[in-house]
């Protein structure tokens, strides 16, 4: 079972109270997060590109 959007809200709600407190941007604290979470899965991102890269060489190899 998932997390209900009333929960959402109420964690969303705490947080933004505890970083206002805290004089921080709830918006920026947020793209905070995320960029730390891509730099996390960095590896992820970059497998990613290298195996399209090698279908889009693979995919030209075949048309020529």
């Given amino acids: 079972m998932g997390v ?3 929960e959402l809200k109420q964690s969303k709600d705490l947080v933004q109270t505890l ?3 805290q004089d921080i941007s709830y918006n920026e ?3 905070e ?3 730390d979470y891509i730099q996390q899965n960095q590896d992820v ?3 990613s590109l290298l ?3 090698g279908l889009d060489e ?4 075949k048309n020529i």
């Fill in 58 to 61: 693979e995919n030209k190899n």
């Fill in 51 to 53: 195996h399209y890269k």
């Fill in 4 to 6: 209900t959007n009333r």
């Fill in 29 to 31: 604290w947020l793209h």
């Fill in 45 to 47: 991102v970059m497998k």
């Fill in 33 to 35: 997060k995320h960029q």
């Fill in 19 to 21: 970083l206002t407190i």
